[in-house]
């Protein structure tokens, strides 16, 4: 009869703790999240690759908006130098984790970016809004490197050209009201 006391006295405790120590997990999580997000715009606004380059893995897979899949980072890096040979300027950029799942060595965070940018030819800067996925693994060191990222801008091109789409996006493609 005590055993099963002290077993219920201990469950209840676990019970009682575990809720508040994943909260403290998932804080921690979103402010480490936060800190890379940041370290990565500050490497984007000085136009500093190889850091921003840095915080990948080697074999990293991107899937930008309106682009093909890249691999790696070597690709990465090509990409990074033809843009800014086309004299792209990133003028502000700023992320915010919403949500974030760790399994095992992974993290996966989702989160909203605001961009905004010049490039040549334009008559004034690209201001956008959107959604990003990445997927992080947790290196040796215990430091997180992306492994993978995609995003998406919240901006309709065909609006934007002045085409079809407006507010409700593809009704025009479906020949009426959705």
């Excluded at 005590?2 to 676990?14: F, G, M, N, Y």
């Excluded at 508040?20 to 500093?48: K, N, R, V």
């Amino acid at each position: 009869m005590r055993r099963s006391r002290c077993l219920v006295a201990i469950l209840l405790t676990l019970g009682l703790a575990l809720p508040a120590l994943a909260e403290q997990h998932e804080s921690a999580l979103m402010e480490e999240l936060t800190a890379i997000g940041d370290e990565l715009s500050e490497a984007m606004l000085s136009g500093d690759w190889e850091t921003m380059l840095g915080m990948y893995t080697e074999d990293a897979i991107s899937l930008p908006n309106y682009g093909p899949r890249m691999q790696g980072i070597e690709a990465f890096r090509e990409h990074h130098a033809q843009m800014s040979a086309a004299g792209m300027k990133i003028l502000s950029f700023e992320s915010e984790p919403t949500e974030a799942w760790q399994a095992g060595d992974h993290v996966i965070e989702i989160g909203t970016f605001e961009i905004s940018l010049e490039m040549p030819g334009m008559p004034e800067k690209i201001q956008d809004k959107g959604k990003y996925m990445t997927v992080y693994v947790r290196d040796a060191d215990g430091a997180l490197k992306i492994k993978a990222e995609t995003w998406n801008t919240d901006m309709n091109p065909m609006q934007v050209m002045g085409g079809p789409g407006g507010e409700h996006g593809h009704e025009h493609e479906h020949g009426g009201e959705g």
